[in-house]
């Protein structure tokens, strides 16, 4: 134990089971908690959907609120929910100070714009002329930066007054997984004594399916648990609208201001496999030898997106290792991309703090673990490229 | 003998290599000579029409192979293409590189051509569901790889040799300074030996242009094109949308000086601190501006007295100027209108993502060859902004440390100090 560990004393969660760890933690241990499913929508895709949220509860200022898209919106909300949760909410010495890496994608385009254009190109030559006109007239001045990638972080700072330095990662699930890394390896080092790390996935928005579509990435057809949807129609994964940001402190920044611990964040590990060569379970299995697992029984906190090629890469991994014991977040809340990984590690450190496992999520494919999770494991490998994992510890 | 560790205890930083490419041209020699000899890349659009467009003049690339094939291409052939030039002058082996990637680029965004080649490739009624039934029968990965965030980093990562996961990075206008920054703090932390930090910019699309232009930020000094860059002038009216990309080889002085590499320059200290006044606009006071100035000082151990140059961000727009002025009068008082101070924007302009790494190798340029490239384009001195801003020509000066600034939308501010010399 050392000063410069890394604690979580801040955790915000949404998802479309609720928002706030509290509701997380009720839900996701409760016996038979269902998905919440939208089918219709987005038909053939199933998306797990936003819950209700009064955005007034952590965006005060109307005119804030409209100059972001509900990505940004989602993810300034998440924010804030965990810097209330770790009591600096209202505190500007301690916001000014602190340091953020946010994990973002973005490109909330304006579709009703972008269909209005596609629609007059069918009696339009001249496409490149078209794009100009219609561009220059249609576009909302603001969009621009209603959807730009760090503008989440820019109205953290406006909305929370977090100003310390301000740093976004763009990488879909590795963006996630370095966000953390980084916020972590700079605590650790003593460049920061608290941090604020996190993402969002807003994915009603048919541009957000498109980004997993155009790889022909996603499930169809009938929902199925993230661990059993190989041979089903499509690419496997289900994408859900959710957000998690953390607040990371040294310990003795923590101890200091007698903040509520929920957990020590351990070894952070991030791998780029290269796939198209065979190297996914190779790396995985390299990350897992990283994170000096522990002889006992170990929960994992698994964000398997349901991907076919990454999910049983995954899978076969876990299985491998005969103390692991996976939990696939998924099935419940949906893949939510750049948020999957701090996603991972929050629930993985909910479950340290209240000394108790998550009950199995797919009866069919998980298997029940006994004790008290002491050390649990958070991963994420991304449905394409980049993975990563971390181990959660009692503080 | 030269100190390993700085005043802080951290291992130094050198670089031991440089790449860059601009709408000047491909690499150091083409872009230094441009450079210094006043020269301005700023030119007509030509790439796609400009009916109904306020703005027709623009610093884009437009004589790389990939310079009409989509911004993700041409983000990529001008990271490539700067990136190969510093890991050879750093004399590392090109495919085996031996450190992390840090990758400033703008977010990724599928291209109307291909939204639109998707559109008519089906019959849907509804246009968004037309476009994923098509987009999940393509027989390609091309059109996803171009639309996923890590892909470029990824493609550098297997080009270089690049270890681990690459961090693909965006703070707006900051973001080639913020490249830098995590590479110094990853070397620093001893994480590495060394490091890739690229900043790469090849989205100049005619949405690009007309967001910009929506957000009133685009110079339309359209004629001559050359003098529409005016950054710290009076009749500046706006900044000039441009592309390009920089590298730098980032390694510890004592990796460098083991393996007998020739050290170009030195990352003293990076400082940052974000606004949280406004998304397009700097708190009146300035004081998040002056915070990063400061910050970067210190880390670097370094007083107000002991910068000889700053590369300015001077973007040409009336509130950046102004602002700038106004932040770095007040960290530098009465000495500010005696250091001289250039922006490299009055020739190439504004390459956005790229900037704060292009600016980076050219400060590192002026140490090194004792010649400050000066604004061109200072035909009308603002009189509020009393600035010896290198008018018009180059200077030759004795240079042994830079202050380079990097201010961006949503409230970014990175700022990063050089020196010629280890101490």
């Not at chain 1, 099935?331 to 450190?349: D, I, N, R, S, Y």
């Not at chain 2, 892909?151 to 990562?157: G, K, M, Q, V, Y």
């Not at chain 2, 030996?193 to 989205?203: N, P």
């Amino acid at each position: 134990m050392t000063s410069h560990d890394v604690v979580i004393t801040g955790i915000g969660l949404v998802s479309s089971l609720g928002e706030g760890p509290d509701a997380h933690w009720q839900k996701l241990t409760a016996t038979g908690t269902k998905p919440v499913l939208d089918a219709e929508r987005f038909a053939p895709y199933t998306v797990h959907p936003l819950p209700e949220i009064d955005w007034n509860l952590q965006i005060a200022k109307r005119g804030d609120q409209r100059q972001m898209e509900t990505w940004q919106r989602l993810g300034t909300y998440t924010a804030g929910l965990a810097l209330d949760d770790a009591g600096i909410k209202t505190d500007e010495a301690l916001c000014s100070t602190m340091d953020m890496v946010v994990a973002a994608g973005g490109g909330e385009r304006d579709v009703a714009v972008d269909n209005t254009i596609l629609a007059a190109s069918e009696s339009r030559p001249d496409f490149d002329v078209l794009l100009n006109e219609k561009l220059t007239t249609e576009l909302r001045p603001t969009l621009f930066l209603a959807q730009l990638s760090n503008l989440l972080a820019g109205n953290i700072s406006i909305v929370h007054k977090v100003t310390g330095s301000s740093r976004t990662f763009m990488g879909e699930e590795g963006a996630g997984v370095a966000a953390v890394e980084t916020a972590a390896a700079r605590v650790r080092s003593g460049q920061s004594t608290h941090m604020l790390v996190g993402g969002a996935f807003q994915t009603e928005h048919p541009d957000m399916l498109l980004g997993y579509e155009l790889g022909a990435y996603l499930h169809r057809g009938a929902w199925k648990p993230v661990w059993q949807r190989a041979g089903s129609e499509g690419g496997g994964v289900v994408s859900g609208s959710g957000g998690a940001f953390l607040v990371l402190e040294s310990r003795e920044h923590a101890e200091k201001r007698n903040a509520r611990v929920y957990a020590e964040l351990g070894p952070v590990r991030s791998g780029r496999a290269r796939r198209k060569r065979g190297e996914l379970g190779s790396t995985i299995e390299t990350l897992l030898k990283a994170a000096n697992l522990p002889q006992s029984q170990v929960l994992a906190l698994s964000g398997a997106s349901g991907g076919h090629a990454a999910t049983s890469a995954e899978k076969a991994a876990i299985d491998a290792h005969a103390g692991l014991t996976a939990r696939g977040f998924g099935t419940l809340t949906g893949h939510m991309k750049e948020a999957q990984f701090p996603f991972a590690v929050a629930l993985a450190a909910l479950a340290v703090h209240n000394k108790a496992p998550y009950p199995v999520f797919d009866a069919a494919s998980e298997r029940n673990f006994d004790g008290i999770p002491e050390q649990v494991l958070a991963t994420a490998v991304g449905y394409h490229q980049f993975e990563g994992l971390a181990l959660v510890s009692a503080a | 003998m030269a100190k390993l560790k700085d005043h802080l205890g951290r291992p130094v930083v050198a670089v031991t290599g440089i790449g860059v490419v601009t709408s000047l041209g491909v690499g150091k020699a083409d872009n230094w000579a441009a450079l210094t000899a006043g020269k301005s890349g700023i030119h007509p659009i030509t790439r796609f029409p400009i009916d109904q467009l306020n703005t027709r003049i623009s610093g884009m690339v437009d004589f790389l192979p990939s310079s009409s094939k989509g911004a993700s291409a041409l983000t990529y052939e001008l990271a490539e293409t700067a990136a190969r030039e510093a890991v050879t002058e750093a004399g590392i082996d090109l495919d085996d590189f031996g450190g992390p990637l840090f990758l400033a680029s703008p977010p990724v965004e599928l291209d109307w051509h291909d939204r639109l080649a998707l559109y008519k490739g089906g019959d849907q009624p509804d246009a968004s569901e037309r476009i994923l039934d098509v987009a999940r029968g393509l027989n390609s990965s091309e059109m996803f790889d171009s639309a996923q965030f890590g892909t470029i980093a990824d493609r550098l990562s297997d080009a270089f040799g690049t270890t681990g996961l690459p961090i693909t990075l965006s703070t707006a206008c900051a973001s080639g300074a913020t490249a830098i920054q995590l590479g110094v703090e990853a070397i620093r932390r001893g994480e590495c030996e060394r490091a890739l930090s690229v900043g790469a910019d090849g989205s100049a699309t005619a949405e690009a242009l007309i967001r910009f232009s929506l957000l009133s930020a685009l110079s339309t000094s359209n004629d001559p094109p050359e003098k529409a860059s005016k950054p710290f002038s009076k009749d500046r009216d706006g900044f000039v949308l441009a592309e390009g990309s920089a590298a730098l080889v980032l390694e510890s002085l004592e990796s460098a000086l083991a393996r007998g590499a020739t050290v170009l320059g030195i990352l003293r200290g990076c400082g940052e601190k974000a606004d949280d006044f406004h998304r397009t606009r700097s708190k009146p006071d300035g004081s998040p501006a002056i915070a990063a100035v400061k910050a970067a000082l210190a880390d670097a151990g370094l007083s107000e007295d002991e910068i000889d140059y700053i590369n300015a961000h001077g973007t040409s727009t009336p509130e950046n100027d102004k602002m700038e002025h106004l932040s770095l009068s007040t960290v530098f008082g009465e000495r500010i209108s005696q250091i001289p101070i250039s922006s490299n924007k009055s020739m190439i302009g504004h390459t956005l993502s790229a900037a704060g790494a292009i600016e980076a190798a050219f400060s590192l340029m002026t140490m090194r060859e004792g010649v400050i490239p000066p604004t061109i384009n200072y035909d009308n001195p603002d009189p509020a902004i009393a600035l010896d801003v290198v008018p018009n020509k180059k200077r030759e000066a004795k240079v042994g440390t830079v202050l380079s600034n990097s201010f961006g939308f949503g409230g970014q501010n990175t700022c990063l100090v050089m020196a010629r010399e280890p101490v």
